[in-house]
């Protein structure tokens, strides 16, 4: 292969990792060429690159998978390369051979080997043919209970043409078996236009261990260390370190060894990475071969100082590796935790809205962020939810998990529901601080990972805002801006503000006790509290003395909604009318989305009679599906959704006469 250099790379992608990737092209004096859909037209990754070129309307399938679109922006903007990030079109061997059809470089591997590995019943039998253990299961053509009950409940249903927990299940009750992997099939189809299954035993508390590869188009082919990836949801990671606290140098040894094993089988070229389940007696087997760039490539750049994305450039540009496995060498222990919009306390269901701030501590020695977008982004149900990865990097795995959590801390994106909590709780836990978990970490501490009910500090939160409304109608007062609000000069109650949190209502009232500070109360619920700094000038937002101890409250609103965070918590506080109207009751049940999305499917009518735990709708949000289904019996009075529509979280779906059993 004759060298060459690019003048011009587009990235096929969005978000954080296309921002990531053009970093790099403008490091190697590369320019860049960004595609967008109409969803994105003011995204952050289109603003970061030098053109972009629009590629179709807001659906995937329209715009980010459509591939004669993407070869089209790539010939008019004289792009000579491609890099496709990772999702989308990234293991697709029908655009990579598409690019070099057309004359353009497809920076990762060949498409013969994106097609054999892309099929995970393939790369199971290639596997297994160059002497790498493979996970007991049946990868034939009928998948049916029958199989699976033959390789011994549970078992893990996953799709062979795709990954990223899409077309993923667990089943470990003969009776799911069937509609498992019916909604498996249709799932994968839907993600991959590949409905092929494959059946895999389920290993009970396994860890998710992967090796990074790197291959030349000269025979030459090394591993960069391994990463753990054990802390899933929904067979999804979001916490991924590097190296594995669960693996001893002799493992090490054999499982990378085994990694380059599986790398050479397939004459792999560019970045890849080889997954691996790791079982509890130590035995580990093949999982399936990424044949691209990983979201958690960022932990092994920072324990070996490389550069994957200039590594995988200079390889599609012909050049041989400039290392040797003897020069890859690991310093410290780096830990990534990935931001998603979504909400962990309502089965992890992808959120949407508006960042009205978007403040994330600054990239500095040992702390790195990787985000896709700021201030004013909106986030919508076309794809998926993740916003940004946070990496830590110290000279040890106690350094590095504590640098994360602070790092969290400090990280202000009011406007969308995020798993920001739920990831510090995950990293200070007890089984994650010493290293003992699996991939049953959350489930099985999911009740101490989310976010439980506090009274009190929803009433702090409530309090914070009645203050700084309070303190802001001050300082915006056109005419004697010393006199506080609501000052009368004749005696009358103290003056009060009505707040929501979640479902509670607070009626927060408070009395002038000194200078700026004030008795504030909520029934029997009496607190000190001083405003010691306030405005925008101050970076951290509102600084409060609450019975003498202060704290840090940062806050954004819009309209009346007002977003409060402090380190440990975060909180929604709305500002109701003192005298809101009064609205009758529903005399009907009715099914409600729970998440934004689209409606995917309408699986009754009106008329029919159904019962508690039936089935009503299936909504799809950010490559994710999710079943409504009746709270109570009853007859379907009305559906107010058609296929297709996208719905908010709280629209009315479906309309439920309840039965009413005579006693």
């Not at 009190?456 to 805002?465: F, G, N, W």
Request: charged share 25%; aromatic share 6%; glycine share 8%.
């Amino acid at each position: 292969m004759t060298e060459s250099n690019f003048r011009k790379i587009l990235i096929a992608n969005r978000g954080e990792i296309t921002i990531r990737v053009m970093r790099t092209c403008r490091a190697m004096g590369i320019s860049t060429v960004a595609v967008y859909s109409d969803a994105d037209a003011r995204s952050a990754h289109v603003r970061f690159a030098d053109e972009a070129v629009h590629i179709g309307p807001s659906p995937s399938k329209d715009s980010y998978l459509n591939v004669e679109k993407i070869i089209e922006a790539a010939r008019r903007t004289g792009a000579g390369a491609i890099h496709p990030g990772y999702g989308f079109l990234s293991e697709n061997a029908d655009f990579a051979e598409a690019c070099e059809a057309a004359g353009i470089t497809f920076i990762g591997p060949t498409a013969d080997a994106i097609r054999r590995m892309g099929l995970k019943i393939t790369a199971r039998r290639m596997m297994a043919d160059a002497g790498v253990a493979t996970v007991p299961g049946y990868d034939g053509y009928e998948q049916s209970g029958r199989n699976a009950e033959a390789i011994g409940l549970p078992v893990l249903i996953k799709a062979s043409a795709g990954g990223g927990g899409k077309g993923m299940r667990v089943v470990r009750d003969a009776s799911e078996l069937l509609d498992a992997i019916e909604a498996a099939h249709r799932e994968a189809e839907k993600a991959f236009g590949d409905g092929t299954l494959l059946l895999e035993k389920y290993i009970e508390r396994a860890r998710h261990v992967e090796v990074q590869i790197l291959g030349d188009n000269h025979g030459n082919l090394i591993h960069l260390f391994e990463r753990e990836c054990s802390i899933q949801r929904r067979h999804q990671k979001i916490i991924e370190e590097s190296p594995s606290p669960a693996v001893s140098p002799e493992l090490r040894r054999r499982i990378c060894e085994a990694a380059v094993a599986a790398g050479r089988a397939i004459g792999y070229t560019n970045a890849g990475t080889v997954e691996f389940i790791l079982a509890p007696s130590g035995e580990f087997y093949f999982i399936e071969v990424n044949t691209r760039l990983q979201v958690e490539h960022a932990v092994t750049e920072m324990i070996t100082g490389l550069d994957l994305v200039k590594l995988q450039i200079e390889i599609a540009q012909g050049k041989p590796l400039s290392l040797a496995q003897q020069d890859i060498k690991r310093h410290g222990h780096a830990i990534e935790a990935r931001l998603y919009a979504e909400d962990p306390n309502n089965g992890f269901l992808p959120a949407t809205g508006t960042l009205h701030e978007w403040d994330a501590p600054l990239s500095t020695d040992g702390l790195r962020i990787d985000a896709g977008v700021e201030r004013g982004t909106e986030v919508g149900i076309h794809y998926d939810p993740m916003l940004a990865k946070m990496i830590a990097h110290g000279s040890d795995r106690e350094t590095a998990r504590r640098k994360l959590a602070h790092g969290l801390r400090n990280l202000f994106a009011p406007g969308v529901q995020t798993n920001r909590e739920f990831l510090i709780r995950a990293i200070e836990h007890s089984d994650f601080s010493s290293g003992r978990y699996h991939t049953g970490f959350v489930d099985e501490h999911l009740n101490e990972l989310i976010t439980q009910k506090d009274p009190t500090k929803d009433l702090i939160a409530a309090s914070v805002v009645a203050l700084y409304i309070r303190k802001r109608l001050q300082a915006e007062a056109a005419t004697l801006p010393h006199v506080p609000p609501n000052y009368r000069n004749n005696p009358f109650r103290d003056p009060s503000m009505k707040l929501q949190v979640e479902d509670d209502v607070f009626d927060i009232s408070w009395r002038p006790a000194g200078n700026e500070g004030f008795a504030i109360s909520y029934g029997d619920w009496q607190a000190s509290v001083q405003l010691v700094s306030f405005g925008r000038g101050e970076p951290e937002g509102i600084r409060v003395s609450i019975d003498g101890t202060q704290r840090v409250f940062r806050i954004a609103e819009a309209g009346d909604q007002f977003f409060v965070q402090s380190s440990s918590a975060s909180r929604v506080v709305t500002r109701l009318q003192r005298y809101p109207q009064s609205h009758s009751a529903s005399e009907h049940e009715s099914a409600y989305a729970p998440m934004p999305g689209q409606v995917l499917k309408i699986l009754v009518e009106v008329g029919q009679h159904v019962s508690a735990g039936d089935a009503l709708v299936i909504l799809e949000a950010m490559k994710m599906e999710q079943t409504l289904r009746a709270a109570t019996d009853g007859v379907v009075e009305a559906v107010l959704v058609k296929q297709g529509d996208v719905v908010a979280p709280g629209d009315r779906l479906v309309e439920i006469a309840a039965v009413i059993r005579e006693a």
